[in-house]
DNA sequence: GGGTATTAAACAAACGTTTAATTAATTTTG
DNA sequence: CAAAATTAATTAAACGTTTGTTTAATACCC
């Protein structure tokens, strides 16, 4: 079990995610996280070692992990194959878009960043993600629901890649549908169902035999 | 007219966005670019005044522009509106994986970027796609061919996404169908495919109204 | 020889991190 | 329970690098 992490310790976490996902890693300083946060700036390498090691810390605190969620899926026998997978959509859209400043981070490091822990560190929940979802279209597939040529990866590539370019092109999506007068809890409503009907739509229709 | 570039502005140019992509902007120190160019770190603020106008000048140089390609696909008589749509897709797909690099730096850019020029350009080169997006899928409809009620942001954010996020995450793709022993060309030209497909069939099914 | 190209060196500013000193909090002890 | 001892938290300053850019001198070319 990790030491839990002190007040200031969060602080300087939540501060740092923001300003990275505004200006990048290497764009933001520590004396530009310590200031924002209305710490001294020693203080980042006294509690993480390093700014570095600051920025695993975020990666380990906010990686989607949907292990649980998804075992908790596969035995439900209420729902069937495509509920299922409309679940697990769902579970994406509501894990990336209430997740927003690090799934920003993440967009970004997954191609610049360098560090060994972070890349591992994703390359696992990648792998470990992508499982799950085999898992839930094969069982389709076993039951005659789904189709048999179906490509997987190619499937979580359109979940993912459909709701990442929306999360960086949200004011274009915006200013598109004339929202900017919206509250930003019902913008967030708004495009999370919209969303959630077209890619709904999407799987439907790749991997059931009919419309 | 801009004046042409020397044989060195371009080795700099195309140097830089190799390592941009791979480390980023701030990642990447003037130093970095002129030793793997094997020219002279003055030379880049000699010809370009800035590594921000350097930045500027790559994304001048390969920014996106499918305006005259789309024209034509407008105004082709032998194509009906899914064949458009279709001949779209492949665009995107043509455009954005021989432009990988660049892409890969667009990606980060996109969220990280604070340089005004460059967010105009890149705000001006959705606006202009998307309008033309626009206009191929109203055709479409006018015609008869496509349901009415389509939201086309979500079409272009499928599109884009699913491209884009496949871009990221080649090396996984390459590992999980054990294409690891392809040559490079040979691997690119499947993955055109794979998407070229995948997409497809998700427009024909969102577009249309039968499968 | 006059304009362009190229160079090594120097520039100040910003970078991440460490240090040494001080304050605050906690624990130990009488 | 208070005083002393110990540990933890916090600070401003300094450290050595690295940053992007400029300079002034030199080489090149028509």
Known sequence: MKPSLSI??????????????Q?????????DIAEAAGINTA???YY??????????????KS????????????DDSLDPLEKMYSLVDMYIEGILSRKTFHRILLCEQIINQNPSIITLVDKMKT???EYINDLIRLGQKKGMFK??????MMTNTLVGTISHTLVNLDFYKSYHHLENLKDEEFERVVKKKLSVHIKNIYKAILTHES
Chains 1, 2 share one sequence.
């Open 48 to 61: 993480f070692g390093s700014k570095e090691k600051l920025m695993e810390e975020i990666f380990e605190r």
């Open 148 to 153: 048999k040529n179906i490509d997987i990866p």
């Open 8 to 21: 200031k310790q969060v602080q300087l976490l939540d501060t740092a995610e923001t300003l990275f996902s």
């Open 23 to 31: 200006k990048g890693f290497d764009g933001t300083s520590v004396r």
């Open 128 to 130: 470990k993600n992508s």
């Open 64 to 75: 989607l992990n949907i292990k649980e969620k998804v075992a908790d899926l596969l035995k």
């Open 43 to 45: 203080m980042i390498s």
